[in-house]
DNA sequence: CATGAATGAGACTTCATTCAT
DNA sequence: AATGAATGAAGTCTCATTCAT
C-alpha cells in the first residue's frame, strides 16, 4: 500500500535544507488551519510561492509531510520539557511548569496540531496512527516521570494507576484548549496554568497524608528551625 | 448558502422508517470510524447493501446525514443523563453515575463520533460547527447542574469556575477514552469509573486552607531535604 | 434508442383522461417555467400532488410528454387564429389580428413555451426538432395564406419571397416578447400590436419603384452633404 | 453564491494560452450545438482529445467555461460592428452594412450561440442571464446608435419607439436563421440581406416624405449638377 | 533543480425510469 | 389504478501525484 520508495532523488545541501524547512513550517500552518483532509498540497505550495512539484521532490507525499510536520512538532515540545523541566524543586511545582508550558506551546502554536495529532491518529487504516505511538510516549514521559518522582517521594498518591493521573492532568487540558478555539476567547495562560494546579493537586495527593501528621511534622520542623537558629 | 431543497421526495411509512434507521447505524459506523471527510457515501451504501442513490433517497447529502447522525448520538446521551442521574443522593454519587453512565456510552459506541464531533466541530468553514454549539450545551448541562447544586450544599469548592471542573472532568474522560482506542484495549469501565472518581473528588472539594498550606509547606521541606542529599 | 414501446397499458376511461389533461397542464406549466432539461418529473408529480409513477403510467416518458405539451399549445394556437382570422376584411386588418392575437397567446401562455420549442426544436439530435417541423409549418399556415391572398389582390409587394415577410412579422414579435421577459416588463398588448402593424405596414406595402429611388437617391445626398460639412 | 475560488492554479504561459484558446474553441462548439444543460465537460475533454482534469485546470467549471464563451463571442461581434460601421454612408447604406454582418457573423458561427444566449439567458436562476444584460446592450448599442443619427438627419422615422424599431430589424433575423438551422438549408447571405434590407427600409422611413417633394428635390438637385458640369 | 502541465481515480449528487405491491 | 421504493447511468468537480523539459 504505501509507498516506501523515496522521491527520484532528494536534493541535499545548504539551500535544500533551507527549501525543507521552508516547507515545513509552513505545512504545518496549514495542517494545523486545515486538518490533514482539507489541507491540500495546492494550498501548501501556493503559501510557499513554489509549484506543487517541488513539494515532492522533498516529500514522499502528503502523508509523509504530514507525518515529518507531527514528528518536528513533537520533537520541539519534548525538547522544552526536558530542558525546562525544574527537577530540583517540589512535585507541585514541576507540574506547574508543566502545565504551563502546556498551555503555552499549545496555544501559541494554536490547537490546530494538537487535533490535527488527536483526530488523524485515531483514524481507522493505521495511515497515520502507528507512528504516533511512540511520539505519544516520549511526549507523555516527562509528565509520567514527573508523577513516578513524587509517588517515590510520597508527595503523590500511589493508591491509583499513573495513566490514570496522567489523563487527569492532560485530558483537561486539550478539552480546554478546544473550548479556547471553539469559542474564539483569548486565554489567560498564567491564571489559567495557576487554577489547573489549584484544582487538580489535591487530586494527586495522597490521601493518607492527613491534616494532623502535617500539623505534627510542621510543629517539628520549626522547633528544629527554631533550635538552629538559637544556636 | 444551506441548500432548501427537499430530496425528491423523502417517503414516509413504515419500511421507510426502518430504512432511515438503517441507514443512521451504518451512517454513525462509517463516520465514527473515519471521520467526517474520510467516510463516503459510497461506503455507506455498500455496507447497507444498497445504492447510493438510495442514501440521497432519504437524505439531503452528507452532510445533513452527518448532522443528523450526531444530533441522534447526542439526544440519546442526553436523555439517558436526563433520566438516571440521581438527584436525590449526594454529588459525590451523582459524580459518580456521570462518570460510569458517560464512559459507558463512549466506550459502547467508539469514541469515533466523539472525535468526530471534537474534529469536526474546530473545522475552520463552520460547517457542521454551529450545528453542535446547542448540543454541546445541553450535553454538558447535567454536569453544570450537578456541580452547581454540589457547591450550593457546600459539597464542591467555590474558589475556581464552574468551566474549569467541567474540563477537569470530561477531558480526562476523553483522553482515557483515546488511550484505549489508539491501544486497542479492554477498558474495565467499573473500575475506571471508580477510580476516576477516586482521583477527581479530592480535586472539587471545598479547600481546606490550613491543611493546604502545611501540604505545601510538607512538598517543599521535603524538595530541600532531597537537594542537600542528592548533593 | 428511442423506446417506442407504449406503457404497460395506458389506462382509459373518463377518470383517466381528466388525469392526463391534469398532468398535461401542469407539465405545460413546468416545462415553459424551466425549459426541457431543467424540468423534472418530480417537479411535475409533486405540483399534481401524484407519485412520479403515475406520470409514467400515462406518458411514455420526460420526453413524449413535452412533445405532446407542445402539440396541444400548437393545437390551440391554430386553432386560435383559424376560427378568428377576418378573412373578409383587408389586408392590413388581417395582419392586425394576427398580431395582436400573437402578443396575447404568448404573454397569457408566457413565452417559456415559445422558448422551449425554439430551443429544444433546435438540439442536435433530432429529438424533439423533427416533430415541431410539421406543426411549424400549420402554425405558419394562417401568415403564410394572409401574404398570398394579400398578394394576389395586390395589396402586398411580390418583389420578395413570402418566407422573408413570414420573417419579418413573427421574428419582431418573438424578440418583443423576450425583450419583456428579460427585463419582467408589463406590455401593452393593444398598444405594441398597433405600433407594429404601423411600423410593418410600410414594409410590405407594393413598392413604387420611382420614389424607392428618389428615396435612395435623397438620403446618398444627405449623406455626402454631411461629409462635407462634417470635414 | 458566485465560487470565488481559484482554479488550483491556471497556468499562464505560451503554451498555456494555446490550451485555453484550444479549450474555448471547442466549448464553443460544443455549446452552440447542445445548448448549456445537454453539452457535457465529458463532451468537451473528448472533442479535445485531453481528460476532463485538463479543462477544470484553466476553468473554475462548466459555468464560468460557458460565460466566457459566450463573453469572447460578443466581443467579436462588437468588434466586427464598431470597426466596420460605414458611420459617413446614408442611414440605410449603414442598415445593409449591419444586417450583412450580422447575418455573417451568425451563419459562420452557427446559430447555437445565438440560441444558447436566448434560452439560457431567460432560464429560472439568474444564473447566466445576468451575465448578459451588459452584453446586450454594448452589442445592441451600434445599430440604436445607427437608428438615432438616421433620426436625427430625418432619414427615418420618429413616431415609434427605438425599441420597436430593434426587434423589427433583429427579430427577423434570428428567425431566418434558425429557420435556416431547422431546414438545413444554405443561405445565400448577400441576397437576403439585400432583401431584408429592402423589405425594412420602407418600414423605417418617415411617412411624411412623400414622393413629389422627392421629386421636386431630384430636380433641383440634377439641375444645380449640371450647372456645375456646365461650368 | 524547479516546474508547467496533465491526469487517473474517485468523490458527491441528480434524475428518469422500473416494478412489486 | 396508483404508488412506494429503489436504482443505473451519468454529470460536475477535486486533488495527489507524475514526468518531460
Same mark, same amino acid.
Given at each position: *500500500? ?15 535544507e ?24 495546492t ?13 515532492f ?56 496540531l ?6 488523524e ?13 511512540? %511520539? ?31 489523563s487527569?492532568?492532560l ?13 474564539e ?10 487554577? *489547573?494546579?489549584?484544582? %487538580? ?31
Amino acid at each position: *500500500m504505501e509507498e516506501i520508495t523515496t522521491p527520484r532523488r532528494v536534493p541535499a545541501g545548504a539551500k535544500a535544507e533551507q527549501r525543507i524547512r521552508d516547507i515545513l513550517r509552513v505545512s504545518r500552518e496549514v495542517f494545523a488551519e486545515l486538518g490533514y483532509e482539507r489541507a491540500t498540497t495546492t494550498e501548501i505550495a501556493q503559501r510557499l510561492g513554489v509549484s506543487e512539484a517541488t513539494v515532492f521532490t522533498y516529500f514522499h507525499g502528503k502523508r509523509a509531510l504530514c507525518v515529518r510536520v507531527i514528528e518536528d512538532w513533537y520533537d520541539e515540545i519534548i525538547d522544552t520539557f526536558e530542558q525546562g523541566m525544574p527537577r530540583g524543586q517540589s512535585a507541585r511545582a514541576q507540574l506547574a511548569f508543566y502545565v504551563k508550558t502546556h498551555l503555552q506551546l499549545f496555544l501559541i502554536q494554536g490547537t490546530g496540531l494538537c487535533a490535527l495529532v488527536l483526530s488523524e491518529g485515531r483514524a481507522k487504516g493505521p495511515d497515520l496512527g502507528e507512528v504516533f505511538v511512540p %511520539l505519544q510516549r516520549r511526549y507523555t514521559a516527562p509528565l509520567m516521570d514527573l508523577l513516578a518522582r513524587g509517588r517515590e517521594n510520597g508527595e503523590i498518591r500511589d493508591d491509583l494507576p499513573l495513566s490514570l493521573m496522567r489523563s487527569a492532568i492532560l485530558g483537561p487540558m486539550e478539552h480546554i484548549l478546544w473550548d479556547a478555539i471553539a469559542r474564539e476567547r483569548e486565554v489567560d495562560i498564567d491564571k489559567t496554568a495557576s487554577d *489547573m494546579v489549584a484544582l %487538580l493537586w489535591p487530586a494527586l495527593l495522597p490521601v493518607n497524608v492527613e491534616a494532623e501528621k502535617l500539623r505534627a511534622f510542621y510543629g517539628e520542623v520549626g522547633a528544629a528551625l527554631r533550635k538552629v537558629e538559637g544556636a
